[in-house]
């Protein structure tokens, strides 16, 4: 591998690497537009500008291959007036809409010019007037006059989404970049356009006006969208209830993961989180009326240590999902099928949903592998969701708990309306008001999967930490809180009293976890053994 040295630090580095990826490796920053480590290399915004000895001009870094002896300067003052050179090219046309615009505050080319721009341009001429603000799609805003055609978004339809819609048109300072006539920006990637887009020229229908950047806070997490479990960032606001609507979660971003998403995500996952802040249960319910928790689980706990007592476990059903962490589908294991004797399943009728090669998956929960390894799902579970609520309407099941499922999307609500007069306790805890909600004797208000800590693992066998980015609501809490406090309902406590412990009691129990730990899951996740 040739070894070069930039700015006085040597670094071996592959044959055919470039400049900036060596760099790179050495931790040092190289302002770039049109570079991106996920698309071919354009080279066409100059901005990368490096002085290279015994080479009379500048070179740009991101398409100057490496070679043995090399001498880089990225500080010295010719790649800095370069690239302030670069800038006022760029500026030239540039309105000043940083004021209004949704990229301010991380803008690199607002960025750039702080750390090197000319602070006395030059430029009198009137600036060349192009379309601003068109709707290029469902989820995509285009303002030409931002645009610095550094040409991500032509090379992402083209290398990544592979749908082509975009285009660099005219010549010149007329040069412009759009959608090819008839063309419609509506592709299953399209808002990462926005996301690789240096300045304001895309930007987000969704998130359009919402929020100014530098009020946002970031956790990272996992979609929950579908098996991938792509990795993400959510960005959210908890001091700010006077805006939208009272809405925390303001957009989400994806999280580089070489193993599972690289630097992508779809739009399905992306904008379908609106659940989180809409139609929440958010408070215990009994018959209709509001309750509290206190008497709920007292309620709850007392049926259920009668079944323990009578055993006649086999008596009461429970219907999990795959939209709870590992951590909670194994208390559940344990609670119910294993102290109580409880007819347990994850394995509910579903009908697979859209699919492709690249991110998204037919399979629209997070964690079927996680339930499938516990022995909940798949060829091994014991029984299924149709075959207990069957039982429930024979009477052979007195009492069901169903976990997050609105049944009535499996099975028609006469059921459900039938189940409820027929059992003797009928429980439902999720996070969203439906119809299963509305007929159970009880319904708990529980967190979403972002309101709290624990692991799923995606259809690739990576299991992967959700983290907790933000507290539940007032009167909801985590499924593993409440699944603790039953077990000491039941006079069966349980030693664990966090997802991380809990954890570690799994990885103690299930062959497939054994060894693993949060640290070494990391917030890159892990494989999980066959």
Avoid at 381 to 394: K, N, Q, Y
Wanted: aromatic share 8%; net charge neutral; glycine share 8%.
């Amino acid at each position: 591998m040739p070894t070069l040295t930039i700015d006085g630090r040597q670094i071996e580095s592959a044959e055919g690497s470039t400049v900036i990826q060596a760099a790179e490796k050495l931790g040092i920053f190289i302002p770039r537009y049109c570079y991106h480590p996920g698309l071919s290399i354009a080279g066409n915004c100059r901005i990368c500008l490096v002085e290279v000895e015994k080479n009379p001009k500048l070179q740009i870094a991101c398409n100057t291959p490496v070679t043995a002896g090399m001498v880089v300067h990225t500080k010295s003052a010719a790649a800095e007036d370069g690239r302030r050179a670069v800038l006022e090219f760029l500026l030239a046309n540039h309105p000043l809409d940083c004021p209004v615009c949704d990229q301010s505050g991380e803008c690199d080319l607002q960025n750039f010019y702080m750390n090197f721009g000319l602070y006395d341009p030059r430029f009198r001429e009137q600036k060349v007037k192009k379309k601003k603000a068109v709707a290029i799609g469902p989820h995509v805003m285009l303002d030409q006059e931002r645009c610095i055609l550094c040409s991500r978004c032509v090379r992402f339809t083209d290398e990544i989404s592979k749908t082509g819609e975009f285009g660099i048109f005219d010549r010149g300072d007329r040069a412009q970049v759009g959608l090819y006539p008839g063309e419609r920006l509506d592709n299953p990637y399209s808002a990462n356009v926005v996301d690789i887009c240096p300045v304001g020229a895309l930007t987000e229908q969704d998130f359009r006006f919402k929020a100014r950047v530098w009020y946002l806070s970031s956790a990272p997490t996992v979609c929950n969208g579908c098996a991938q479990g792509c990795n993400v960032d959510i960005h959210y606001v908890l001091d700010r209830p006077h805006l939208n609507d009272g809405a925390r979660l303001l957009r989400v971003k994806p999280r580089y993961n070489a193993d599972v998403n690289q630097w992508w995500m779809c739009d399905e996952g992306r904008y379908g989180v609106g659940w989180i802040d809409k139609g929440r249960l958010t408070k215990v319910r009994h018959q209709g009326a509001d309750s509290t928790w206190e008497g709920g689980l007292a309620a709850i706990g007392a049926a259920l240590e009668r079944v323990r007592q009578n055993k006649t476990g086999s008596r009461l059903g429970v219907i999990a999902s795959t939209q709870l962490t590992n951590e909670e589908l194994f208390l559940i294991r344990e609670i119910f099928q294993e102290t109580l004797g409880a007819r347990v399943t994850a394995s509910v009728p579903t009908r697979p949903g859209y699919s492709d090669d690249f991110l998204i998956k037919a399979d629209k929960n997070p964690n079927s592998l996680g339930a499938a390894l516990l022995g909940l799902s798949g060829p091994g579970a014991p029984t299924t969701a149709a075959s207990i609520v069957d039982e429930a309407l024979e009477g052979r099941i007195e009492a069901l708990w169903v976990f997050g499922h609105d049944l009535t999307t499996f099975f028609d609500e006469k059921k459900i309306q039938e189940l409820s007069r027929k059992l003797a306790l009928f429980v439902f805890s999720g996070t969203n008001e439906n119809p299963t909600a509305s007929w159970s004797h009880w319904a708990l208000p529980t967190a979403a999967y972002l309101e709290k800590d624990g692991t799923f693992v995606n259809c690739h066998g990576r299991i992967q930490r959700v983290g907790r980015a933000f507290p539940p609501l007032p009167d909801s809490r985590e499924d593993w809180h409440v699944l603790l406090d039953i077990a000491r309902h039941l006079n069966h406590p349980l030693a664990w009293r966090s997802p991380q412990e809990i954890f570690l009691g799994l990885a103690k129990t299930v062959a497939p976890f054994a060894g693993l730990s949060y640290e070494k899951i990391g917030f890159q996740g892990a494989a999980v053994a066959p």
